[in-house]
Structures are given as structure tokens and as C-alpha cells.
């Protein structure tokens, strides 16, 4: 009979899966990185450029939502190159409406960005 991890294993543990994905993201896919480095330069902006906490927490969101689309379009990607190498017309969709998240995510940051500025 195996033990379950439960308690501050648990969580110790699922700490370190999470460093692992973050890890392989940057190291294998170049988007995430880039889209780290947007979040390096627009996070400082967010604090000059908001008015008051709400619009900072909106600014900052909207960007970190990109990076959490991004992880998971990167992990569809990971596990439809791992089930086929193949053309697969499934495959292609999966990969498809991973990337129109990203590209969702992305204009809703640009909506955001622009709403909150003219304002």
C-alpha cells in the first residue's frame, strides 16, 4: 500500500513540480521567455502608470494571465508532440486553440493597458 503525500509534503513537493514546469518552460520554449521579459519591463510601468491599486492590479493581471496561457498552450503543445509526430487534423486543433488563447490573452492586455491609460 503506498502513502499519499499529505500535509507540508504535499505542498513542498507540488512547490517543486511548479519550479520544474517553470524551468522547462524557459528553457524550451522561446514565447514564455519573451513573454517574461514583457512582464519584466511592463510590471515596473504598471506601478508608475496606475492611478490607484485597482487599475495597478488590472495593469499587472493582464499580464500575468499571458504568462499562464502561455503555460498552458506550452503543455498542450508538450503532450501532442509526445502522443504523435505525425499530421494529425485533432492535433492541429489542440494546438491551434492553445495558440488563439495566447492570442486572446495578448488583446485583452492591450485592451486593458489602453483602457486604463486613457482613462
Same mark, same amino acid.
Not at 10 to 23: E, P, V, W
Given at each position: 500500500?503506498?502513502?499519499?503525500?499529505?500535509?507540508?509534503?504535499?505542498?513542498?513537493?507540488?512547490?517543486?513540480?511548479?519550479?520544474?514546469?517553470?524551468?522547462?518552460?524557459?528553457?524550451?520554449?522561446?514565447?514564455?521567455?519573451?513573454?517574461?521579459?514583457? +512582464? $519584466? *519591463? @511592463?510590471?515596473?510601468?504598471?506601478? #508608475? =502608470?496606475?492611478?490607484?491599486?485597482?487599475?495597478? /492590479?488590472?495593469? !499587472? &493581471? +493582464? $499580464? *500575468? @494571465?499571458?504568462?499562464?496561457?502561455? #503555460? =498552458?498552450?506550452?503543455?498542450?503543445?508538450?503532450? /501532442?508532440?509526445? !502522443? &504523435?509526430?505525425?499530421?494529425?487534423?485533432?492535433?492541429?486543433?489542440?494546438?491551434?486553440?492553445?495558440?488563439?488563447?495566447?492570442?486572446?490573452?495578448?488583446?485583452?492586455?492591450?485592451?486593458?493597458?489602453?483602457?486604463?491609460?486613457?482613462?
Amino acid at each position: 500500500m503506498t502513502q499519499k503525500n499529505t500535509g507540508w509534503l504535499r505542498i513542498i513537493k507540488a512547490f517543486g513540480y511548479s519550479l520544474a514546469g517553470l524551468k522547462a518552460a524557459w528553457l524550451n520554449e522561446a514565447a514564455f521567455r519573451q513573454e517574461v521579459l514583457l +512582464c $519584466i *519591463i @511592463l510590471i515596473p510601468f504598471a506601478f #508608475l =502608470l496606475g492611478n490607484n491599486g485597482l487599475e495597478r /492590479a488590472l495593469l !499587472i &493581471s +493582464c $499580464i *500575468i @494571465l499571458v504568462l499562464i496561457t502561455e #503555460l =498552458l498552450n506550452s503543455a498542450i503543445e508538450a503532450l /501532442a508532440d509526445r !502522443i &504523435s509526430s505525425e499530421q494529425d487534423i485533432l492535433i492541429k486543433r489542440a494546438k491551434d486553440i492553445g495558440s488563439a488563447a495566447v492570442f486572446i490573452a495578448l488583446c485583452y492586455t492591450i485592451l486593458v493597458w489602453g483602457l486604463v491609460l486613457l482613462s
